[in-house]
């Protein structure tokens, strides 16, 4: 069965940086995109960005660029989420979740990792 | 790019029917057919409830419709259930590869 499995909750000071990893399992790693969603205290779900596992190809939302990295492993199967010079309202849950075809829906989330950004 | 446009909140009776409204523009829900429908209750990741527009996954109970027009997309809860109280995202593709999600609408069962 299709499995994406996070890592552990993370603290981290203002200005650190964050890295999240997902692991996939059940399926072929390199034939569905995997996009990442954050969800801030109380708040809805906001995109960040997507990546191609297959040819390591990706976008990130306007508000993220110069912060975010996605990169993959594919010798892992395991994506990650990298977040720079961290402020407190980054404070969320972030999300993995594999797209079916590209763009169209998300058919498989991770359980997310809470990010806690304080000082 | 902005979030679509939920309404903050929709309640309804047990088996009333609820529908959660989907405002976007032309450079996403009126311009592709790539409108899913999320479900998430409290401390949960989200799951799959619609895709592509009308489109009900395997698991899925049949009380869950969608529907789009124009710049609006609608999920509908026919015969509403205690389990369905929960928060509900819309989400489109808005083109040059990026995604955007809606503002949320929590659904209470009276």
């Known amino acids: 069965q299709v499995q994406l499995v996070e890592s552990g909750a993370e603290v981290k000071k203002p200005g650190a940086s964050v890295k999240v990893s997902c692991l996939a399992s059940?399926?072929?790693?390199?034939?569905?995109?995997i996009h990442w969603v954050r969800q801030a205290p109380g708040q809805g779900l906001e995109w960040m960005g997507v990546i191609n596992p297959s040819d390591d190809t990706k976008s990130y939302a306007q508000k993220f660029q110069g912060r975010v990295s996605m990169t993959r492993d594919t010798s892992t199967s395991t994506v990650y989420m990298d977040l720079s010079s961290l402020r407190s309202d980054d404070t969320a849950v972030y999300y993995c979740a594999r797209a079916h075809s590209g763009y169209d829906f998300f058919d498989y989330w991770g359980q997310g990792t809470l990010v806690t950004v304080s000082s | 790019q902005s979030a679509l446009t939920q309404p903050r909140s929709v309640s309804g009776s047990p088996g009333q029917s609820v529908t959660i409204s989907c405002t976007g523009t032309?450079?996403?829900?009126?311009?592709?057919?790539?409108v899913s429908w999320y479900q998430q209750h409290p401390g949960k990741a989200p799951k799959l409830m619609i895709s592509?527009?009308?489109l009900r996954p395997s698991g899925v109970p049949d009380r869950f419709s969608g529907s789009k027009s124009g710049n609006t997309a609608s999920l509908t809860i026919s015969g509403l259930q205690a389990e369905d109280e929960a928060d509900y995202y819309c989400?489109?593709?808005?083109?040059?590869?990026?995604?955007?999600f809606g503002t949320g609408t929590k659904v209470t069962v009276l």
């Open positions: 059940g399926y072929t790693f390199t034939s569905n995109y």
């Open positions: 592509d527009v009308s």
């Open positions: 989400c489109s593709f808005a083109g040059s590869f990026t995604v955007v």
């Open positions: 032309s450079s996403d829900v009126g311009g592709y057919n790539y």
